[in-house]
Protein backbone atom coordinates (compact mmCIF):
# COMPACT_ATOMS: atom_id res chain seq x y z
CA UNK A 1 0.00 0.00 0.00
CA UNK A 2 1.61 3.27 -1.07
CA UNK A 3 0.48 6.14 0.99
CA UNK A 4 0.81 9.69 -0.63
CA UNK A 5 1.18 13.46 1.19
CA UNK A 6 1.03 16.13 -0.50
CA UNK A 7 1.62 19.53 0.83
CA UNK A 8 2.97 23.16 -0.85
CA UNK A 9 -0.69 24.45 -1.71
CA UNK A 10 -2.00 27.84 -0.64
CA UNK A 11 -3.34 31.10 -2.01
CA UNK A 12 -1.14 33.09 -4.58
CA UNK A 13 -2.00 36.12 -7.00
CA UNK A 14 -2.37 35.83 -10.55
CA UNK A 15 0.91 35.31 -11.89
CA UNK A 16 2.58 33.76 -9.36
CA UNK A 17 4.43 30.58 -8.24
CA UNK A 18 4.01 27.72 -5.92
CA UNK A 19 5.70 24.80 -5.70
CA UNK A 20 3.65 21.32 -4.88
CA UNK A 21 5.26 18.28 -3.02
CA UNK A 22 4.16 14.45 -2.71
CA UNK A 23 5.73 12.32 -0.41
CA UNK A 24 5.34 8.43 -0.93
CA UNK A 25 6.01 6.11 2.08
CA UNK A 26 6.87 3.04 -0.66
CA UNK A 27 10.54 1.84 -0.44
CA UNK A 28 10.18 0.83 -3.97
CA UNK A 29 9.26 4.41 -5.46
CA UNK A 30 10.99 3.50 -8.94
CA UNK A 31 8.05 0.79 -9.75
CA UNK A 32 5.79 3.54 -9.78
CA UNK A 33 4.92 6.17 -12.74
CA UNK A 34 3.81 9.48 -10.67
CA UNK A 35 0.99 11.75 -11.70
CA UNK A 36 -0.81 15.24 -10.78
CA UNK A 37 -4.88 15.68 -11.21
CA UNK A 38 -6.72 18.58 -10.13
CA UNK A 39 -10.08 18.83 -9.60
CA UNK A 40 -11.87 22.06 -9.51
CA UNK A 41 -15.28 22.67 -7.75
CA UNK A 42 -18.22 21.55 -10.18
CA UNK A 43 -15.84 19.99 -11.86
CA UNK A 44 -14.69 16.68 -12.62
CA UNK A 45 -10.74 15.48 -11.85
CA UNK A 46 -8.22 16.17 -14.95
CA UNK A 47 -5.16 14.90 -15.43
CA UNK A 48 -2.18 17.65 -14.76
CA UNK A 49 1.18 16.09 -15.71
CA UNK A 50 3.08 12.21 -15.11
CA UNK A 51 6.25 11.20 -15.35
CA UNK A 52 7.99 7.63 -15.49
CA UNK A 53 9.93 5.88 -12.79
CA UNK A 54 13.21 7.49 -13.85
CA UNK A 55 11.87 11.00 -14.72
CA UNK A 56 13.40 10.21 -18.38
CA UNK A 57 9.17 10.99 -19.73
CA UNK A 58 6.98 13.51 -19.18
CA UNK A 59 3.33 14.81 -20.36
CA UNK A 60 1.56 17.69 -19.40
CA UNK A 61 -1.99 18.52 -20.09
CA UNK A 62 -2.14 21.19 -23.09
CA UNK A 63 -3.63 24.50 -20.42
CA UNK A 64 -0.70 24.10 -18.41
CA UNK A 65 2.23 23.00 -20.91
CA UNK A 66 5.36 25.85 -20.86
CA UNK A 67 3.78 27.27 -17.32
CA UNK A 68 4.14 23.76 -14.61
CA UNK A 69 6.71 21.63 -14.34
CA UNK A 70 7.03 18.15 -12.56
CA UNK A 71 9.77 16.42 -11.33
CA UNK A 72 11.14 13.40 -9.16
CA UNK A 73 13.49 13.00 -6.74
CA UNK A 74 13.79 9.45 -6.15
CA UNK A 75 15.90 9.42 -3.28
CA UNK A 76 13.56 11.25 -1.46
CA UNK A 77 10.44 9.69 -2.82
CA UNK A 78 9.03 12.46 -3.71
CA UNK A 79 7.63 14.13 -7.03
CA UNK A 80 7.09 17.94 -7.51
CA UNK A 81 4.65 20.22 -9.61
CA UNK A 82 6.24 23.58 -10.47
CA UNK A 83 3.65 25.97 -11.24
CA UNK A 84 4.40 29.04 -12.83
CA UNK A 85 2.30 32.19 -14.31
CA UNK A 86 -0.95 30.92 -12.38
CA UNK A 87 -3.96 31.65 -13.38
CA UNK A 88 -7.27 31.87 -11.96
CA UNK A 89 -8.66 28.97 -13.79
CA UNK A 90 -5.53 26.95 -12.05
CA UNK A 91 -7.44 27.29 -8.88
CA UNK A 92 -8.60 23.59 -7.81
CA UNK A 93 -7.44 21.02 -5.36
CA UNK A 94 -4.43 19.14 -6.57
CA UNK A 95 -4.01 15.23 -5.91
CA UNK A 96 -0.88 13.21 -6.39
CA UNK A 97 -1.06 9.57 -7.66
CA UNK A 98 0.77 6.46 -7.98
CA UNK A 99 0.33 3.81 -10.47
CA UNK A 100 2.80 0.58 -10.44
CA UNK A 101 4.63 0.46 -13.96
CA UNK A 102 2.82 -1.17 -16.90
CA UNK A 103 -0.25 -0.94 -15.23
CA UNK A 104 -2.60 1.85 -16.65
CA UNK A 105 -4.24 2.62 -13.73
CA UNK A 106 -3.82 4.60 -10.81
CA UNK A 107 -4.33 3.09 -7.72
CA UNK A 108 -3.26 5.31 -5.06
CA UNK A 109 -4.19 8.60 -4.01
CA UNK A 110 -3.05 11.56 -1.78
CA UNK A 111 -5.83 13.68 0.38
CA UNK A 112 -5.35 16.33 -1.93
CA UNK A 113 -3.68 20.19 -1.57
CA UNK A 114 -5.55 23.50 -2.19
CA UNK A 115 -4.13 26.12 -4.79
CA UNK A 116 -6.29 29.30 -5.12
CA UNK A 117 -5.25 32.02 -7.70
CA UNK A 118 -6.86 35.14 -6.68
CA UNK A 119 -7.31 38.04 -10.53
Known amino acids: QVQLVESGGGLVQAGGSLRLSCKASERTFTNYAMGWFRQAPGKEREFVAN????????NYADSVKGRFTISRDNAQNTIYLQMNSLKPEDTAVYYCAARQLAIAKYAYWGQGTQVTVSS
Open 51 to 58: IGWSGGWT
